[in-house]
């Protein structure tokens, strides 16, 4: 069983879109939109001193059932250049969860994979090792998969999943 997180602050967009295409049946998506997770911020660092005060929301709870997972998939669009802010929350908020869970940090990113969707390689050259920056100093590769927009004449309003070499790459990617 998967776990699919579409990181996209729209609705029906091609991250929405690309989980409904992966997940299989018993697989959860999760749109990270609507979860209730406060930012990082307006603390006194009480993550490394004890624990994060925004412990009860639901974020721990997700990091928590990523280790029941098979694989997780994280389904991130770039704007304005960068992975959206929802996947900076998540990616902030981990901090509190991994000083207390060492131990489960290389269990939770062998299971994860990485979809980023984004505009032209061109003018963001940056967007996908961004991304990749959860496995250095690992042992797990091809983890990350940029799917450029431009290369197939598409707008931010398009479908990508139109596109059959799209669909093909990203099958060949949750294979592995």
């Known amino acids: 069983m998967n776990?699919?997180?579409s990181?996209?602050?729209r609705e029906n967009g091609n991250c929405d879109n690309i989980s409904k295409y992966i997940a299989s049946k018993g697989d959860s998506i999760i749109y990270f939109r609507n979860l209730n997770i406060?930012?990082?911020s307006g603390c006194k660092y009480e993550c490394f001193k004890g624990y994060?005060?925004?412990r009860q929301d639901d974020i721990y709870n997700l990091y928590e059932s990523m280790l029941s997972y098979d694989k997780i998939f994280l389904i991130v669009p770039m704007y304005c250049g960068n992975p959206s802010s929802l996947y900076f929350k998540f990616n902030d908020r981990?901090?509190?969860f991994f000083l207390h869970n060492e131990d489960s940090y290389e269990t939770i990113i062998?299971?994860?994979y990485i979809i980023g969707v984004y505009g032209d390689k061109k003018k963001t050259p940056d967007f996908i090792p961004c991304l990749t920056r959860w496995f250095e100093c690992t042992q797990f590769n091809n983890h990350v998969l940029g799917i450029e927009r431009y290369r197939y004449n598409q707008r931010i309003a398009d479908?990508?999943?139109d596109i059959e070499?799209?669909?093909n790459m990203i099958t060949c990617f949750i294979q592995q």
């Open 3 to 5: 776990m699919v997180i």
């Open 7 to 9: 990181f996209s602050g």
């Open 38 to 40: 406060h930012d990082c």
């Open 52 to 54: 994060c005060k925004y």
């Open 94 to 96: 981990c901090q509190d």
């Open 110 to 112: 062998s299971k994860v």
């Open 159 to 161: 479908n990508i999943l």
């Open 165 to 167: 070499e799209v669909r």
